[in-house]
């Protein structure tokens, strides 16, 4: 593929030196051709060839897009909140939603799943309270007996017996619902005018789902009706950040990380027992980068040995929270060194770059990232202001985990067709597209932040090449061994075909 494209570029050269040497008065037609398909080949997915089926399948897209680019209401350019809507009734969604996309390497455990599915399913189960905090949220728990009051908390009142004095528990549950997602109904402009409220406001709608994820047989079917959503969005492999929090029972007790792990890993082999087409999952560990340094090189000593210990299933290590307000991954260094300190391979896949504070402490993650050899990097909005963090990346094949949606909501970008990732898709930089927390932001799996990239980042330019090789990417740049790769992509090509023949018309 390079041989080809360095040999294609040396003609274009060639053919340009000897316009300039001619002084020709135009410029010639063949000249301008060879920098279009010069440009065309370096772009993602260009230097994919197409069967017939694809390039039928391609004159399709190609055709559906010329008729999306015209609408009044394009929603790449619309915040996706109003968008959504709009996006799932689009010919091009509906048929990416059937596409199988191969992997999402950037979700989050406790933001997989519909809101929805919590309300209606963990709220109505039996020993479920709730109280209101002084801030006008939410809080859940559940308990064999009435349990203890909480600091700045309503009394605790029994779900069941509220919903049993009510004629209609809708307005109920819609209340619940609004306070576990940012999606709102309202102009999200308005309801969200600054990063500071809507990342004060997602850190709240996490503490409120808390205390229903994180007991037990939630936690279980939580994560099972996790990679449902995804599977039935034809994903099949996934790689999640995981706190491994402490999971607790009806009488109080808890389980330690170990045991959170193992339990991802007993419901993940059930899962792919049941559906033999889902690759499976890997966990990324993850601790909120605001602790110290002391707690950090705590979780990196669990990391360590949970990684020993489960080595299936663990992938490796990350910091999760807002880059803007956290600590900079400099000043963990210390911790961050222990693994290589003391021969131990502990791949990092740091969330470096989900930031528009240029020059500050902050937007240095991006080479501390890549000096701490990171496998991967997690949203990466800043690097097309760090030339030498690009290079670098490219040259490592250190891929961009690029989560469309979320940087759009937590307001980064506006309008979808100035993302970075548009100009890193134009000259095939490493990438992955992913969807970070679908349910906080009332989408779902991973069609709608793939329709953003596929229509938003690539224009008119992105095609089925673009397509294949992003899902290929997502097997290429995964934690999965050499092996495992080969593997999946067979099983990802077979779905492939299948996809194609039955498309392309």
């Known amino acids: 593929m390079e041989v080809s494209l360095h040999r294609r570029h040396a003609v274009v050269v060639c053919l340009l030196l000897c316009c300039l040497a001619g002084g020709l008065s135009s410029p010639d037609p063949r000249h301008r051709e060879a920098l279009i398909q010069l440009e065309v080949s370096m772009q993602t997915g260009g230097q994919v060839v197409l069967t017939d089926a694809e390039k039928r399948l391609d004159a399709l897209l190609f055709k559906m897009k010329q008729e999306e680019v015209s609408r009044a209401d394009f929603p790449p350019a619309m915040h996706f909140f109003r968008a959504r809507d709009v996006i799932s009734t689009s010919p091009i969604f509906k048929l990416l ?53 909480l600091p700045r908390c309503s009394p605790w009142t029994l779900l069941e017996n509220l919903r049993a004095k009510m004629v209609n528990s809708t307005e109920l549950d819609n209340s619940l619902m609004a306070n576990m997602t940012l999606f709102t109904d309202q102009d999200p402009e308005l309801v969200y005018p600054s990063q500071d409220v809507i990342w004060k406001t997602f850190e709240q709608c996490f503490r ?3 205390g229903l994820v994180t007991y037990a047989p939630v936690f279980r079917d939580y994560y099972y009706q996790g990679l449902s959503q995804f599977y039935r969005d034809n994903v099949m492999y996934m790689e999640v950040r995981a706190l491994l929090p402490e999971i607790y029972e009806l009488d109080g007790s808890t389980h330690d990380p170990a045991w959170t792990l193992k339990t991802y890993q007993e419901v993940t082999r059930q899962f792919t027992t049941e559906h033999p087409d889902f690759f499976g999952v890997r966990m990324i560990y993850t ?7 002391s707690t950090m090189a705590g979780a990196v000593e669990e990391a360590m040995k949970l990684q020993r210990d489960f080595p299936d299933i663990m992938a490796g290590f990350d910091m999760v929270g807002r880059e803007d307000s956290g600590r900079p991954l400099w000043y963990f260094k210390d911790a961050l060194s222990l ?10 896949f740091f969330h470096a770059g989900e930031t528009d504070l240029e020059g500050s402490e902050v937007d240095q ?3 501390d990232a890549l000096l701490f050899n990171t496998s991967r990097i997690g949203h990466g909005f800043a690097l097309l202001r760090h030339p030498v963090a690009k ?7 250190v891929a961009v985990e690029v989560c469309p949606i979320s940087n759009q909501v937590m307001k980064l970008v506006k309008d979808l067709r100035n993302h970075p990732a548009a100009a890193l898709m134009s000259e095939n930089h490493p990438l992955v597209i992913s969807s970070d927390d679908p349910g906080m932001f009332g989408s779902s799996g991973l069609s709608y932040d793939f329709y953003e990239a596929f229509v938003g980042f690539g224009g008119m330019r992105s095609n ?15 934690s999965l061994t050499p092996k495992q790769q080969q593997k999946a992509l067979a099983l990802w090509q077979r779905k492939w075909d299948t996809f ?6």
């Open 208 to 210: 409120a789902l808390w």
């Open 464 to 478: 089925v090449g673009s397509l294949i090789e992003l899902a290929f990417n997502s097997i290429r740049y995964s």
């Open 391 to 397: 290079g670098l990346s490219r040259k490592r094949g």
């Open 500 to 505: 194609v023949s039955e498309n392309a018309f």
């Open 365 to 367: 993650n991006l080479l």
């Open 287 to 293: 601790i909120h980068r605001g602790v110290n340094a």
């Open 97 to 149: 939603q059937k596409m199988p996309k191969g992997g999402a390497l950037h979700v989050h455990d406790f933001a997989m799943v519909e809101v929805e599915w919590l309300v209606k399913n963990a709220t109505y189960r039996p020993h479920c309270y709730m109280c209101f905090t002084d801030n006008h949220s939410i809080r859940f728990i559940f308990s064999a007996r009435p349990p203890a009051a």
């Open 339 to 348: 693994p290589a300190g003391r021969g131990v391979t502990l791949p990092y």
